[in-house]
């Protein structure tokens, strides 16, 4: 099972920035996947998740209306639209594989992880 994270970077106040994440090694189209990410000196948070199907998601509060999640099962690809983007959404944003179909938000639920890619929201 591999995870490969991409598109991190910089960014300033208010802009947008599209993660994606390639898996293989696996059925990606039986897997809920999800986003995570973790700030410095806190814990590893939900962001979003959505089911093997991809018609059913679920956001965290404090993205909620500004991040999209999504997949394209012919690519064994999920991404993560993020917009409006605020410096407390600076993180690692990590992708993960859930056997869970319909998906979750408990980190426990997930098995594999990608390696992540760093967010940056500054001026």
């Known amino acids: 099972v591999q995870l490969v994270e991409s598109g991190g970077g910089l960014v300033q106040p208010g802009g947008s920035l599209r993660l994606s994440c390639a898996a293989s090694?696996?059925?990606?189209?039986?897997?809920?996947m999800g986003w995570f990410r973790q700030a410095p000196g806190k814990e590893r948070e939900f962001v979003a998740a959505i089911d093997f199907s991809g018609r059913n998601t679920g956001y965290a509060n404090a993205v909620k209306g500004r991040f999209t999640i999504s997949r394209d099962n012919a690519r064994n690809t999920v991404y993560l639209q993020m917009n409006f983007l605020r410096p407390e959404d600076t993180a690692v944003y990590y992708c993960?594989?859930?056997?869970?179909?319909?998906?979750?938000?408990?980190?426990?639920?997930?098995?594999?992880w990608g390696q992540g890619t760093q967010v940056t929201v500054s001026s």
């Open positions: 993960a594989a859930t056997r869970l179909s319909k998906g979750s938000r408990d980190i426990a639920d997930f098995g594999a």
């Open positions: 090694g696996f059925i990606f189209s039986s897997y809920a």
